[in-house]
């Protein structure tokens, strides 16, 4: 039996859940959710909680049960809370500002980068380097961060780049003199 799969998701105060058919809907404060679910998994709201459970023992049941339970999961936090990430920007010259809808930024190439910001993500920049992302979608958050992240990702020599306040960059020896 799964571990994530069998635990039931909290639903908390102003948090509504609801089922149609196979969609999944959550509304709270930050906004609306939808997710789609398979055939295989059963979900039951039983007062303040939401309970998954498989339809059979196949390979497949057995993998939609914890995703399920975990996509609710998230969907209930991200209406409820919301979600954050943070990047940080390292190399001389390299910095961020907000200019109206769109996140400019330069980075040693010959022109800044403008990337639009999606709607339901907000981002803040703190002191040039800082970018501190956050939404209400966890998979949207991800993308963002991923995309902004890929216009220059960290490098191993010198650490330069685009990376994750929590990330870990293995740094390589550059070439040394021959003797």
Do not use: W
């Not at 089922?19 to 789609?36: A, D, H, S, W």
């Not at 920007?89 to 961020?96: F, P």
């Amino acid at each position: 039996m799964s571990r994530i799969g069998k635990m039931p998701v909290g639903i908390p105060d102003g948090v509504k859940l609801s089922i149609e058919g196979n969609i999944i809907t959550v509304v709270g404060p930050r906004g609306t959710l939808k997710q789609e679910h398979q055939p295989e998994v059963e979900i039951d709201i039983q007062g303040k909680e939401c309970v998954i459970n498989r339809r059979n023992e196949s390979k497949r049941a057995r993998a939609m049960h914890g995703l399920y339970r975990q996509l609710i999961a998230n969907m209930v936090t991200g209406v409820s809370s919301g979600f954050s990430k943070v990047l940080l920007i390292n190399g001389v010259g390299y910095r961020a500002e907000i200019s109206g809808d769109n996140l400019v930024l330069n980075l040693g190439y010959s022109n800044p980068i403008e990337y639009p910001i999606p709607e339901g993500i907000e981002i803040k920049v703190e002191g040039n380097t800082r970018l501190i992302v956050s939404g209400y979608d966890k998979q949207k958050l991800g993308q963002v961060c991923a995309e902004v992240r890929s216009f220059r990702p960290p490098e191993p020599y010198k650490g330069k780049g685009i990376r994750y306040e929590n990330e870990h960059i293995r740094r390589k020896i550059g070439k040394s003199a021959i003797k």
